[in-house]
C-alpha cells in the first residue's frame, strides 16, 4: 500500500507543473465528480482565461497559482493527477465507474486530469483566493526541508507533544507538514526509533538523529522523484521505500524480516533490530495513533 502521496510526490508534482503549466491560460476546467470541488466561491469557472503563473507545494497540497486565484489539490489516498499533452474536447460524462473527478484544459490542448478510483473519496479540490483559505492550510506546521526547521525546533516541537507516540506526532500534519505513513514509516527506520516511542521520551542525541533523518530521509526522496513524469512518481515512491509496504521483506541494513502493525484502514512496518530491541510489537496500542 504506497497510500497518499507525501512531500516528495506533491513537491515533484509542484515542480512538474512548473515546468509544463505555468505560463500557459486555463482554457477550461470540466468538473466531472461535483463532490471533489469543495469551494464555490470563486467559481471554477473563474479560472478560464487567466494565465498560470506558479505551481508550489504546501504539506501534501498542491497549489496552482492562476494569476491570484488559487486552485489548491489534495490528492488524499486514491487521487492522482495524470498529466495529458492533449485533452480530449468533448466534455466528460459524469458519474459511473469514470474514475476522472476533474479535468484541466491548457490552451495550446494540453492538461491534466485529477482522478480517483475506488470508493473511498478523499480527492479535494478548492478555489481560493488565498491558500490559507483552506483549512488544512492554515493548520499546517513547519515544513521540514525549510531552514528554519533546526534539530531545536524539533526538540520542541517533540516536547510539546508529550506522551504522544512519536509515530502518530510525525505524521500529524498540524505539527510537521508533508509526512505522512509511508515517511513517517522510513524516518523512524533510519532514526532506528520505535514508533510507539513516547515523543518527549528522546533524549537529545536521538532528537539529533531524527532530525538527520527526516531531511535525508525527504531530500533523497525529492532528488529520486523530481524530474519524473507524473506517471512515473508512485512506481519511484515505491522503490525507494527500505521498510514501508515491505512487510516479510529483509531490512536492507540488517537483514531482520521486516514487521508490521495493523490498524483498521492502514498498517505500519519497521525493524525490530534496528528499532525496537528486537522486539515484536503488540497490534492493540495501535488505538492511540489514531487520532
Ligand atoms: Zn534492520
Known amino acids: 500500500m504506497i497510500g497518499v502521496p507525501e512531500l516528495p510526490e506533491v513537491e515533484a508534482l509542484a515542480r512538474f507543473l512548473t515546468e509544463r503549466a505555468v505560463g500557459r491560460v486555463v482554457a477550461r476546467v470540466d468538473v466531472a465528480a461535483i463532490s471533489v470541488l469543495k469551494t464555490y466561491d470563486p467559481p471554477v469557472t473563474s479560472l478560464g482565461g487567466l494565465e498560470v503563473t506558479g505551481a508550489t507545494r504546501r ?29 480530449p474536447a468533448v466534455p466528460p460524462r459524469p458519474g459511473g465507474k469514470n474514475p476522472l473527478a476533474l479535468r484541466l484544459h491548457l490552451d495550446d490542448g494540453s492538461g491534466f486530469d485529477l482522478t480517483e478510483a475506488g470508493t473511498k473519496k478523499g480527492l479535494a479540490v478548492y ?22 526547521f533546526t534539530a531545536d525546533v524539533l526538540a520542541g516541537i517533540l516536547q510539546s507533544a508529550g506522551r504522544a507516540q512519536i509515530k502518530g506526532v510525525l505524521r500529524d500534519q498540524s505539527v510537521v507538514a508533508g509526512i505522512g505513513n509511508a515517511y513517517s514509516d522510513e524516518v523512524l527506520h533510519v532514526a532506528r526509533l520505535s514508533p510507539f516511542k513516547p515523543a518527549s521520551g528522546l533524549t537529545s542525541e536521538e532528537v539529533l538523529r531524527l532530525h538527520t533523518a527526516i531531511e535525508e530521509t525527504l531530500e533523497d526522496a525529492v532528488r529520486r522523484s523530481v524530474g519524473l513524469a507524473a506517471g512515473d512518481l ?19 541494513v540488517c537483514g531482520d524480516t521486516v514487521a508490521e502493525v495493523s490498524f483498521a484502514d492502514r498498517s505500519l512496518q519497521y525493524c525490530p533490530t534496528c528499532q525496537t530491541g528486537g522486539q515484536k510489537l503488540a497490534d492493540r496500542r495501535l488505538s492511540k495513533l489514531l487520532r
Not at 478555489?127 to 528554519?148: D, Y
Open 127 to 148: 478555489v481560493v483566493r488565498t491558500p490559507e483559505e483552506v483549512p488544512g492550510i492554515a493548520r499546517l506546521g513547519p515544513e521540514p526541508l525549510a531552514p528554519e
Open 234 to 252: 508512485k512506481a519511484e515512491k515505491k522503490v525507494g521505500l527500505r521498510v514501508h509496504g515491505r512487510t516479510g521483506e529483509p531490512c536492507p
Open 59 to 87: 504539506g501534501k497540497f498542491l497549489d496552482l497559482d492562476v494569476s491570484g486565484l488559487h486552485l489548491v489539490i489534495h490528492l488524499a489516498r486514491a487521487g492522482w493527477l495524470r498529466w495529458k499533452e492533449s485533452q
